[in-house]
């Protein structure tokens, strides 16, 4: 004979629901008729299901690291104020596909803010997806002949907000600039896009090597956008440790 939590168990296992410890669930609540008895046992699927969906966001959003606003040096960094970045951190920027773009040299935090917006649009519910332009540009040139890029790509295309960084460290092909239009013109009014660039837009057209696609993938990004021109020293040099400090 088995016990009436071992068929239940089983039960779990064959409908596909994960394992629920019942002594927990309905702990001192003895006196729940049948019907409060199903709503506890939904209402703890319910809460697993989404804490398993939130981790697989998170994982899939593929963030190089969880930075977080409380963790930057304002003080360090005074081309860009706290109450801005605040203000910017309800996220509610995303709902209308605005973009935002983080410009200026190595260092100053460009990353580190774009990474702990998008941290914040994870804790609030939106698909986050990270990808450094290079990356980006890998994925656009594979996409006909790797599952994994098309995969990649369809999750980006479907995502609430995508971050590109480090935008205009190296000079792209035309076929590559190209490939950066289509994504950035497909991406507009529909997605949000964070992007880190150390060039000024001044400078865009060195590294995407011809004007009037500079002018195109600017016209689209800039339409709705917050610009956050970044200056001063890098935190990286002067909050630099040695082996023997
Ligand atoms: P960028 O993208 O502009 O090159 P990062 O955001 O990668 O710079 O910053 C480099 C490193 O310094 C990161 O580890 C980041 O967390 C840290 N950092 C940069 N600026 C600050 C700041 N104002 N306060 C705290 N940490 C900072
Ligand atoms: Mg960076």
Redesign the pocket.
Known sequence: MTSATDRIQNLLTDLRIPQIDFNTVFKNQNDLTPLEAVERFLQEYQRIKIEKQNLIRRKRAALPAE?TLQ???FG??KSVSKEQMLRLSDMTWVDQAYNICFL?P???????LALALAVRGLDLGYTVAFETLDNLIMLLKTLEISKSSSRRMKFLRKADLVIIDEVGFMPLTPTEANLFFGFVSGMSEKTSLII?SNKGFDEWADFLGDATITTAILDRLIHHCEIINMTGNS??LEHHRSITD
């Open positions: 930075k963790s930057f040096d360090f960094q200026g190595p260092g100053v935090g460009k990353t580190h880190t935190y990286r």
